[in-house]
């Protein structure tokens, strides 16, 4: 049985465990990566990344699971954690680095524990619609920031049933095959929101999401006209920062802001 040697990180309370696979001897199972997820009998995460070797002119390859093991496109807390974890195993000259995503190449810059992703462009924003979950009748936008989400603003976030209406949403057959991210939206003023998100593969709510995050502060750009920055705060106390600019009737050069900590590192059997 393979010992791993593992880093665990965080991102605004959005946690990972890190591996360096650029060797490429690595071929998990979605099984042996929803164990490591596991809080109770693994290192405990929302989800995983791999280091790789490029395809491209990128520094590196980004792969993330999520904690039920299955591969996404995207991940924007979890990249930022990627670009101080790459850094660390091979210090960038200029403080940039920049990796393969199933989304698109992504660049980093790293100033300290804060990094800046410059993201890959964002689908086209949708309108509302009106859709039935957990018998309440809402008005859901949607845009896909690297991975698919939806948009619920809300009055009042902190009595919002997340898991009831999040678990609801994210399985609703407007958004199948491959369902969606959730994210409730409460307006602190012209420039600052919160979030709470249910986020797909952990199927919960977690304390932060990187792309739910700058999807929430798009969708708010285009239904108020805010301008860029938006401050966005999350579950987990931090503040995020997306930066962006306008592009006809959608959005261009988004750059999401935020922290990525080193944890603890640790070696388990799988």
Not at 118 to 144: H, R, W
Request: charged residues 20%; aromatic residues 6%; hydrophobic residues 40%.
């Amino acid at each position: 049985m393979p010992v791993l040697h593992f880093t665990k990180m965080n991102g605004a309370g959005n946690d990972f465990v890190m591996l360096d696979n650029r060797d490429g001897s690595l071929a998990l199972t979605d099984a042996q990566i929803a164990r490591l997820c596991d809080r109770h009998r693994g290192v405990g995460a929302d989800g995983l990344l791999l280091v790789e070797r490029p395809e491209t002119k990128a520094d590196f390859r980004m792969r993330y699971y999520n904690a039920d093991g299955r591969e996404a496109e995207m991940c924007g807390n979890g990249a930022r954690c990627f670009s101080r974890f790459v850094n660390k195993l091979v210090p960038a000259r200029d403080g940039k680095v920049s990796f393969e995503t199933p989304a698109g190449i992504i660049s980093a810059t790293l100033q300290g524990d804060q990094v800046s992703l410059a993201m890959s462009q964002p689908g086209p924003f949708s309108d509302g619609v009106e859709l039935d979950a957990a018998g309440e009748k809402l008005t859901v936008y949607s845009i896909n920031t690297g991975v698919p989400h939806a948009v619920v603003l809300v009055d009042d976030l902190d009595g919002t049933e997340v898991h009831q209406i999040g678990a609801a949403l994210r399985h609703h057959h407007h958004f199948q095959p491959r369902g969606t991210n959730v994210n409730f939206v409460g307006q602190l003023g012209p420039q600052n929101l919160a979030i709470r998100t249910y986020e797909r593969g952990v199927e919960a709510e977690t304390l932060a999401c990187g792309t739910g995050v700058v999807a929430s502060a798009l969708t708010v750009a285009a239904l108020t006209g805010a301008e860029s920055p938006i401050r966005v705060l999350v579950k987990g106390g931090d503040t995020l920062s997306v930066d962006f600019l306008r592009s006809g009737e959608g959005f261009s050069h988004v750059v999401l802001t935020g922290p990525a900590d080193f944890v603890f590192e640790g070696e388990i059997t799988v």
